[in-house]
């Protein structure tokens, strides 16, 4: 079955650091990743997507994520933290067969100090 | 955030008692879900809609009920309220295909005592 897992519960960075949100997969064939946000008291929010081809994608906010088939690894990415990427990260991947629904991991809570 | 929205935004209620959730979209999107979020469980799939009356269960689907008698509408049901059924629960939408995001709405706060 189709999944994603993330190792780390809590993240903590400083400002203006790097920042790196992990997640593995466990996939059939080859996959499609997802990664959402959610800030406080709000729904998910869409940050960016691998389908195929560069295994460096880019999406809102100036995150990133690297595909690495070997690690079997999609981790999010931001050159420098800001106070306002402090949220809850989650990492997802849609099951194989499935009604396009997706299976999340379980989130990262990410806080980024002044 | 895209067209949608869910009623009620917050409720309490009592063990036992019926409950209905529902979700409205301006999009058109073919494809509507009703997940529930826990702490250490992200999120999960109650059920699904792929069309108007065409619903399926998902993964935690005991104790729900839905139904969608309008493309823009989707109703989770609770049929008789469980304490374990405190959670906040998330309406999304996708257009087809595995390949596209999902929209999501802001949530209903669920609380039953």
């Known amino acids: 079955a189709q999944s994603v897992a993330q190792p780390e519960d809590q993240v903590n960075v400083a400002e203006g650091n790097p920042l790196t949100v992990k997640c593995t997969y466990s996939?059939?064939?080859?996959?499609?990743l997802f990664w959402y946000v959610q800030y406080p008291n709000r729904g998910l929010q869409f940050l960016l997507k691998?389908?195929?081809?560069?295994?460096l994608v880019k999406g809102s906010y100036g995150f990133e994520a690297e595909f690495n088939k070997s690690q079997t690894s999609f981790h999010l990415k931001k050159p420098s933290a800001l106070v306002s990427d402090s949220a809850l990260y989650f990492c997802?991947?849609?099951?194989?067969?499935?009604?396009?629904?997706?299976?999340f991991g379980a989130g990262t809570r990410l806080t980024v100090k002044p | 955030d895209a067209g949608i929205t869910q009623s009620p935004r917050h409720k309490v209620t009592e063990t036992g008692t019926p409950v209905t959730l529902r979700c409205h979209q301006t999009?058109?999107?073919?494809?509507m879900y009703w997940y529930r979020q826990d702490p250490g469980h992200g999120l999960r799939l109650i059920h699904y809609?792929?069309?108007?009356?065409?619903?399926d269960k998902g993964e935690v689907s005991d104790g729900y009920s839905v139904s969608r008698s309008k493309t823009e509408d989707f109703l989770l049901t609770l049929e008789s309220a469980t304490s374990s059924q405190t959670s906040v629960y998330f309406c999304?939408?996708?257009?087809?295909?595995?390949?596209?995001?999902?929209?999501f709405g802001p949530g209903t706060r669920l609380t039953v005592l």
């Open positions: 996939v059939s064939g080859n996959p499609y």
């Open positions: 691998y389908i195929t081809g560069d295994n």
């Open positions: 809609s792929y069309g108007v009356k065409d619903t």
């Open positions: 997802a991947v849609p099951p194989r067969g499935g009604n396009n629904d997706m299976r």
């Open positions: 999304a939408i996708t257009a087809s295909g595995a390949w596209n995001e999902q929209f």
């Open positions: 999009e058109n999107h073919r494809y």
